[in-house]
């Protein structure tokens, strides 16, 4: 037993921003493990500059942005390639965004659709001014060199 | 199930940051005003509660629930956490009215906040971009705004809606809302302020989407029994209705329409649907609840609506799934001027077109002017249109401006992600 104990002072301070009531800088940050799972293949796809796909093996119905199982009948998918070329179905210029895309505003968002496949496809769109780009426009899917395993190894630019 | 009666409410003040009081102090404030409403209700009589909150990132604080049930003295009475998204707080509602209606519980408290001034505006639109697939969409540039944007684009292409008809909706809101103090911001706007306002997503302006804020409300609920002894005016909750999709918007089917009792297939010949224009779910909430509350033509039947207007064009969005007006014509409903109150100065000109009866739709001033502090949005809605029910809008606002004369029924109607949790809910005055 020790009645004099004492915990060690540091040096480590908060950032105050107010006293009337305190208010202080919380930090907290996360490092995950993220499995993309079942959809692995078409981020696997990107890296071989090809876009995925899938189609349910009962319905037929096919999906532009991958799913294991079918919304449609729940039935399994299997893996298809999409074409390279589609259209813009709808388009955005978001001058704003969430604090980690702030950075790269403004910037064009798309839902492709492509010939002969039921649902669309999320990307970027460069190479086209905002007020150049239509829906109906044929856009061409490029991928980056280096694949960093994301959405984003996959872009559109216009035909 | 038995019918279900709301008997009293509350809110806060909704505004950009309330720093002096957490979320428990927000829900505190609201629950007594709620108890002070209705002398006779007390904490004893409470059977449980459900409690709503979005975000578990804003709150900096998980199971943030429990500690809203003991600071409100309601341990160890039964509680438990609703979420989903946007329409946390209808989804609150809803899971109270089936508390009461199962018999579980004679009287359910449905409270709800969010503190989302906890972090900087940026960090909020990442937080709530999260509730979109971080797989294929977040990383893509994730952004409601975005979303939105590109929703009301093809809209616009299928329909020919106008970015001036979405900015009547913010003139309509935001006036509104000056009558209720309330809300978070209301004003003055013209369809130039609107457009001028610096662009987001085009082609939403900051003017055409709603703000962050802090806030809390609770809605209380009780069975006939209870309501007939406590209250001289319970207001009853006659339908329930919730609908659902796909949470990635690319992955929305493009079909046939789901009909409600007064339209007919032939109608939507040629209409691709839902596609990313309009909102199934909404659709199907609507038509559930209809369904339970006997409502074959709800633009004749319905005296109000309080919509989720996170955006100036998800509010024309809505009009038509909810079937107010066709799909299609939720632009032109709004320059009729069918969903402006009668008696309020808008500075506006009306297309005099008269297809449409007048039904006033968010007469509170809505998401846009009265602020969005996401689990209590729902039980807002609910507690400005059990005001309206009960002819007491002058008793809460100070004064009696946005009081509907002869209100007998209303809609309130919550809203997820892009469509992907929608709730609808029917309330009516009882004699
Ligand atoms: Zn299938």
Redesign the pocket.
Known sequence: MGKDAKLPETEEGSVLFNLDPIIVKYHYEIDYLHSYAQDSPFFAGLAKKKLLGSR??????TYATPRGH??????P?AWVELPLEGKVHTYTTCHFGGEAFLKETPYTLILVEFDGIDTLFLSRIVGAEPDEVRIGMPVRARFLRNCKFRPTDVYFVPL | MRPVYMISGGITKFAKAHPEKDFRLMVKEAFDYALADLPGLTRELIDGSVCSYFSDHFTRQLKAGAMVQDYLGLCPKPSRRIEGGGATGGLCFQAAWEAVASGRMEVCLSMGFETMSRVNTWKGNEFIALASDTNFDYPVGGFYTGYYAMMVRRHMHEFGTTVEQMAKVAVKNHRNALHNPYAQSPGELSIEDVRSSPMVATPLTILDCCQMSDGAAVAVLASEEVAQRLSSRPVRITGVGCGTDAMRMADRPRGEVILLPHESAEEYRDLTYPGVHSFRGGRMAAKLAYGMAGITDPARELDFVELHDAYTSSEIQTYEDLGLCRYGEGGSFADAGAPFLPHITYGLSFSGDDRWRRVPVNPSGGLLACGHPVGATGLMQAVFAFWQLQGAIGKHLGNDTLQIRDAGRGLIHSHAGTGTYITVSVLERSE
């Not at chain 1, 349910?56 to 119905?61: A, E, M, P």
């Open positions: 349910c093996t009962v319905c037929g119905y079918c919304m449609e009948c729940g039935e998918t």
